[in-house]
DNA sequence: GGGATTTGCCGTCAAGAGCAACAAATACCC
DNA sequence: GGGTATTTGTTGCTCTTGACGGCAAATCCC
């Protein structure tokens, strides 16, 4: 695969890089117009009327007539990415498979959560991934050009193959989910951890949009995810593990404060103690955020304040070593630091260096339920943004 | 002929991009021929020619008659460095600050260590080195070209204006290092961290060369730091502060280990703890890593393995969030690590997430006593690295 | 010494971004 | 409502600069 990079130094790789440009501005902006490409992008009007046109050939963006706008001088028409560009985005649950076909404008066009009765296998999950295609091919999808297909998998993806080593929930283990989707799609697929692309959601749409240096962490049922956006690009490491804060062992300085014997995170800081402490066997997150807020009991209270102080170690422990300038805060763990912004704060600022936490912003997840399959849409959207030429070479019909 | 361009295309600098890679491999590699050049590159071979002519034009390297080789085929002359484009490297501490002249090459021209009998001041500081400036001017630097300098600070620097935050040791809080360098020698200045250029310097030219992630961490005798490369670049952060590993609090799971009230890691895991368990106020690194090797008092042993055991918590939290390949340990962690290096990896690897502990290697640190200066040149050497030609503006006095 | 191989050198080509002049479309002022 | 200013698309041209190909040079091997 000649990537982009590799031609950095040809003038082709110039092109491509400029297309590339465009069309990330196009996808991440929403629709713009001409002349905001050309301030944006600091090229030249020509080259970018004919970097526009190129990509409106290529069917991957259109051009609308200008939009009124109230200001002097000729309108210019707008850039918007073409609608029937799009990826199939799917989550794995331990009790469900949800597919959703995503635009190139990151909005969700179908998406249908597939209940399983029993813990679905890779296998079958290609299955259902390629049927949602077929079925959708029929009606939603009629006449659209799918560029690829993006997997959400709880568990640790080696980034280099899409092989899923472990996903404990799922009980996969060396899974080749990446190759099966695609004999069973006939779509080229990226597979990855589904904190990791829910960091990469919230930085490009969410919470961390525009933000170059932030910290992502995500409360689920099962533990605690993550991802790191450097420099505005998403870390994966050397494999693609990177990310998986509910393993780390933050210090805990006081020992009433501890309740699991091997002081993992994600045992400390869970979503199963705050259940408990409410009396609640399960509940959705709005529901249990109402309970804690509700709550009179003391015992509530501790609880909460415990896994705040021990959350802000393991902040602290980030910020100190990362020193970014936004720390991002989804599932329960959102309830968690909206339970007492300026507690956790404070515990925050007193755990890390005060420079590296200088100018640190906390903030809540904002996307919602679909933060996952925005993530995943993204990870099969990134060859064609990075490349958008480079896509023409592969056929994506599908029956 | 080929005089510079200065109509520089306002083009996509790519000609700037090839000269900075070409640049650059001569600068890693070191001297290599024309031929190994253009496979290096990718590029074709007159534009090659066209560039090192070019290069050799600007002053920045020299093209010698070919090596000798027993290939068959015309040998391709070599391309090294030029000699006399240099940098000054500066590394002030508690009792002396240490200059040098440092080449494109990466080789120590000239290096002075300018005792003091007192905590050195920024403006003393910037005295020194332009003194020293001034004195190898008449020598050793006659006719040399100087670029800037670079310092490496034992503290917080922020990256924007190279202000020294707070360096403990040194006790200077908010001083403008670099505005007052640059005063005194009239030279452009770059001023970081210690430890972060450490890895920097370790990443290109030392245990750390040709791997894109890894972990730097250094124990020296006030404490422990650190830096990342991710993906082949040096994290500094939102603001520069990023690496700050001896602040972090790791779970200490056995309360028996734990000896700081706080828990923060450099005081847990900490030099002056072994000089005290071998009985010594002081010692230099071998003779300490002697003491500890030779010694069989148990509570040695003890406290080694203790460290040890801290460390790899510490180092097992850093695994997990960025799935380096690579940990690099310099300072007293070298000698820490190599007291018992598989009790080490074992530990880390128990620390760690089975996958993203996979195909890690621990090393230990190559670059001795000069690391810092040659992280600091490096520092100083980077934009003209990064775009040779905007380098050209600028009028370095000579003489 | 001849053939093979690799590479430098030079002239030419061409991709593609910049540029400038002109035209078009709007707002504003009178 | 018409003239002017302003902004931006369009078009044809220039120019930089990397690629290409033929030829010469320098080496090794037989």
Known sequence: MASVVDRLGTFDGVHRRNLSKLLALAHLEGPLSRARLTSETGLNRSTVAALATELVDLGLVEERAPDPTKRVGRPSPVVAVHPGVQVIAVNPEVDAVTVAAVGLNARIVVRERLEVDHLVTPDETAELVAGAIARWRRAELAG??????????????RHSDGLVRWAPHLEWTDAPVRALVEAATGLPTQVANDATLGARAEHLFGAGRGVDDLVYLNGGASGIGGGLVVEGRLVGGARGYAGEFGQNRPGISSAGD?????????????????LEVVGRAS?????????????????????????QRILATALGNAI??????????????????EWNPDALDAAVAAQALPVAAEGLEIRVAELGENRLLIGAAELAFADLLADPLAEQLVDPLVG
Chains 1, 2 share one sequence.
């Open 283 to 307: 509940a959705d997150e709005p529901t249990l955020a109402g309970l804690l807020a509700a709550s009179e009991d003391p015992a509530v209270a501790d609880e909460l304040a415990r896994q």
């Open 144 to 157: 659209v050009r799918l560029i690829g297909v993006g997997l959400a998998v709880p568990g640790q993806v």
């Open 258 to 274: 501890r309740r699991a014997p091997d002081g993992v995170l994600e045992d400390e800081v869970s979503r199963a103690r705050l």
């Open 320 to 337: 100190n070593v990362l020193n970014p300038s936004l720390i991002v805060l989804g599932g329960f763990l959102a309830t968690l630091a």
